[in-house]
């Protein structure tokens, strides 16, 4: 049995061990070998500098890295504030999870961002009621521009057998771009957004240089793939853009009667 064993895991090196570079690189049937050796020094091309940083995962890839600053992780709302009048966020914090006060309004970070990959994560009570925008919907706003919902918003939503407007339904960018696949979970099981922003430059004049791109994967898949956005997220009308250098991210307390969402474990990695 050991001898059996022993053979299939020498069969197995065999069958993966390097092959000679001439084997890796024959020329298709027919077609003669280069004459030639290849020219030029291969050291021509290899860059050395910058060394990136050395930056340590986090346990999971769900888990902040070394070098994130961690917005939320379960134990208080230190790094937020009510929209409303920037007074400490008044949102419930309980069994290391935050859950929406609807009433409380919208909340939003006492810190402002440019370009960043943020990571989120949302859950859909179970037993949710309401159908269409009125289920579970909330938001996370990739730059808060203003009060109430101005600026960016990635829709969070039930869009778990639940119709709506394709450009409104969670992971889209509302009223701008339908998410690629639906990819949503069951309300009652956590969903993970990650997102990198590529904020929009402005002149001084607040014409736009370069508009903000939005990647999303929404439960590791990839919904919004480098999007070019029109303008902030409008509920109505056509979308501009508004001048703004730095933001806020914000998170949507939506007056919907449906039982509210929560969130856990976000954290944001600033980016040039
Ligand atoms: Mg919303």
Same mark, same amino acid.
């Given at each position: ?10 069969? +197995? ?12 690189? #024959? ?13 030029? !020094?291969?050291?021509?091309?290899? &860059? ?11 346990? %999971?890839?769900?888990?902040?890295? +070394? ?5 939320? $992780? ?20 309980? $069994? ?9 309004? !919208?909340? /939003?970070?006492?810190? +402002? ?13 179970? *037993? &949710? %009621? =309401? ?14 521009? =203003?009060?109430?919902? #101005? =600026? ?9 057998? !639940? ?25 009652? /099981?956590?969903? %993970? ?12 004049? *607040?014409? &736009? ?18 999007? /070019?956005?029109?303008? /902030? ?12 250098? %730095? ?7 939506? *007056? ?17």
């Amino acid at each position: 049995m050991r001898n059996a064993a022993l053979g299939l895991a020498l069969l +197995s090196f065999v069958t993966v061990a390097p092959q000679p570079l001439a084997a890796q690189q #024959a020329p298709p049937t027919g077609q003669a070998a280069p004459a030639q050796p290849p020219r030029g !020094n291969p050291a021509d091309t290899e &860059v050395w500098e910058p060394v990136p940083k050395v930056v340590t995962p986090g346990a %999971t890839d769900a888990a902040p890295p +070394s070098d994130a600053l961690v917005l939320f $992780d379960g134990k208080n709302l230190d790094q937020w504030v009510a929209t409303r009048d920037k007074s400490p966020a008044k949102w419930i914090v309980a $069994d290391d999870t935050l859950t929406v006060d609807k009433r409380a309004g !919208n909340i /939003e970070t006492k810190r +402002s961002f440019k370009n960043y990959q943020l990571h989120l994560e949302w859950r859909i009570p179970p *037993g &949710v %009621t =309401g159908a269409g925008q009125g289920r579970g919907n909330s938001g996370l706003f990739l730059a808060s521009t =203003g009060a109430g919902d #101005a =600026g960016y918003e990635l829709q969070v939503l039930d869009s778990y057998n !639940n119709k709506t407007y394709a450009n409104g339904q969670a992971a889209s960018l509302y009223k701008q771009s339908i998410p690629l696949v639906n990819a949503n979970r069951k309300p009652g /099981e956590w969903q %993970t957004y990650d997102v990198i922003w590529t904020a929009p430059v402005f002149k001084a004049d *607040g014409s &736009v240089t370069s508009p903000a791109y939005v990647v999303v994967f929404h439960n590791g898949v990839l919904v919004q793939n480098h999007v /070019e956005l029109k303008g /902030e997220t409008l509920f109505i009308g056509k979308p501009v853009y508004k001048k703004y250098d %730095t933001a806020p991210i914000k998170l949507q307390a939506h *007056g919907d009667p449906s039982p509210p969402i929560s969130f856990r474990n976000i954290w944001i990695r600033e980016l040039p």
